[in-house]
């Protein structure tokens, strides 16, 4: 992923440069919590649960002028979510008869019960508009990198052709399929922001993946599984405000 890497080298590197050039740098700290979960087309029968994660991090905002402003955050984003879908394909049976083991084509269906608890950084820039005095709307990349993940759970599967008599049952067999998450995800983000006060903002953002959380050699999921979030969280400035005039004129455009 070397492409991202150099991606999050030059975004370090440009808001560097802003903050030594710059006359209104905003900055400060967030918090909050995000709900949602790995997303694929589902087969029939299958459901999966949103759980609520904890955001913690911090905000970078840079004002290009009197509508504009580009943002970027840095944050610890847990994601957690459960699933129930049903899996089936091919596979090979060994069954031994009269102490020769033969190797029988067949089949196998059943059910698993999984969950995600993944821990992200998160590293979104963001173009924000003023649509008011105290609304902006935002919209941007947002590159994110998974610092410790978690795919497990139980299986119950049937090995056989015939449901009524099949070869073999397995109840409750875990799995841990961590291993099969990509490091790397990237994707875009959108929302809105409440100023409530010069220091105090109230953000709502979606963020939706732009590649699978699994990766390309992971055969157990048809499709691209992609992370689906929303986002509520507070941000507090902290930064000296050095010039109320130039706030105030924000305020009322």
């Given at each position: 992923?070397?492409?991202?890497?150099?991606s999050?080298?030059?975004?370090?590197?440009?808001?560097?440069?802003?903050?030594?050039?710059?006359?209104?740098?905003?900055?400060?700290?967030?918090?909050?919590?995000?709900?949602g979960?790995?997303?694929?087309?589902?087969?029939?029968?299958?459901?999966?649960?949103?759980?609520?994660?904890?955001?913690?991090?911090?905000?970078?905002?840079?004002?290009?002028n009197?509508h504009f402003?580009?943002?970027t955050?840095?944050?610890?984003?847990?994601?957690?979510?459960?699933?129930?879908?049903?899996?089936?394909?091919d596979?090979i049976y060994?069954?031994?008869?009269?102490?020769?083991?033969?190797?029988?084509?067949?089949?196998?269906?059943?059910?698993?019960?999984?969950?995600?608890?993944?821990?992200?950084?998160?590293?979104?820039v963001?173009?924000?508009?003023?649509?008011?005095?105290?609304?902006?709307?935002?919209?941007?990349?947002?590159?994110?990198?998974?610092?410790?993940?978690?795919?497990?759970?139980?299986?119950?599967?049937?090995?056989?052709?015939?449901?009524?008599?099949?070869?073999?049952?397995?109840?409750?067999?875990?799995?841990?399929?961590?291993?099969?998450?990509?490091?790397?995800?990237?994707?875009?983000?959108?929302g809105?922001?409440?100023?409530?006060?010069?220091?105090?903002?109230?953000?709502?953002n979606?963020?939706?993946?732009?590649?699978?959380?699994?990766?390309?050699?992971?055969?157990?999921?048809?499709?691209?599984?992609?992370?689906?979030?929303?986002?509520l969280?507070?941000?507090y400035?902290?930064?000296?405000?050095?010039?109320?005039?130039?706030?105030?004129?924000?305020?009322?455009?």
């Open positions: 992923m070397a492409f991202v890497r150099l999050i080298l030059i975004i370090v590197l440009f808001f560097l440069q802003l903050s030594i050039q710059a006359q209104e740098i905003a900055y400060g700290i967030k918090g909050g919590i995000n709900s979960t790995p997303y694929s087309k589902p087969k029939v029968g299958d459901s999966g649960k949103a759980e609520t994660g904890l955001v913690l991090g911090a905000f970078l905002k840079y004002t290009l009197t402003d580009i943002l955050e840095l944050s610890y984003s847990y994601k957690s979510a459960s699933f129930r879908t049903h899996v089936s394909g596979t060994p069954e031994k008869i009269l102490g020769v083991t033969y190797y029988i084509p067949t089949s196998y269906a059943g059910w698993v019960n999984g969950n995600f608890k993944d821990l992200y950084i998160d590293i979104p963001l173009i924000d508009y003023k649509t008011g005095k105290r609304f902006d709307i935002s919209i941007g990349p947002k590159i994110s990198y998974l610092l410790n993940g978690k795919n497990t759970g139980t299986a119950d599967i049937e090995v056989g052709k015939d449901p009524n008599y099949p070869y073999t049952t397995v109840k409750n067999k875990p799995f841990d399929e961590s291993d099969q998450l990509n490091k790397w995800d990237y994707g875009i983000t959108c809105t922001s409440f100023e409530a006060t010069r220091r105090l903002f109230l953000n709502l979606c963020s939706v993946g732009l590649r699978s959380i699994y990766k390309k050699s992971y055969t157990e999921s048809a499709g691209t599984v992609r992370n689906i979030y929303l986002q969280s507070t941000a400035r902290i930064d000296k405000i050095k010039d109320d005039s130039y706030i105030e004129k924000q305020n009322t455009n």
